[in-house]
């Protein structure tokens, strides 16, 4: 039996656009702060590539074609955060996609991506002392 190694490569370049509702509110000396809301994002340009061929996912063949993916999409999101006394913040969010990003094949696969973040950051310029 011969097995068959194939490398891919997923590039993906676009923007996304974030709106959110927050809440913020003081605990034990730390300031903490929630929000949620909705996610739009608009890719330019998505390639699979692989040892032999590269793909436009986002390319019709076609008047009437469909491309692999679309370039348009919608997600909601959540995130929690943390300030500590000394200006660092700490945050967490999760992402998930609410509209099928397959464009070709969409009624028999759903696409649903979803995603993790952590972030770490400092506040600049505010007086501890008041706080």
Not at 52 to 65: E, N
Not at 103 to 131: C, M, W
Request: with cysteine; hydrophobic share 40%.
């Amino acid at each position: 039996m011969e097995v068959l190694h194939v490398s891919n490569t997923y590039q993906y370049g676009g923007e996304e656009i974030s709106f959110y509702v927050g809440y913020q509110w003081r605990m034990a000396s730390l300031q903490w702060y929630a929000g949620a809301g909705m996610v739009g994002e608009f890719g330019y340009c998505a390639w699979l590539t692989n040892d032999h061929v590269r793909l436009d996912l986002y390319r019709k063949k076609g008047p009437s074609a469909l491309s692999a993916m679309k370039s348009r999409n919608s997600a909601v999101g959540a995130m929690l955060g943390v300030e500590l006394p000394c200006g660092v913040q700490i945050q967490v969010g999760y992402r998930v996609d609410v509209v099928n990003v397959l464009d070709a094949n969409r009624s028999l696969l759903t696409l649903l991506p979803h995603s993790v973040s952590i972030g770490v950051g400092y506040r600049f310029g505010q007086k501890r002392a008041e706080r």
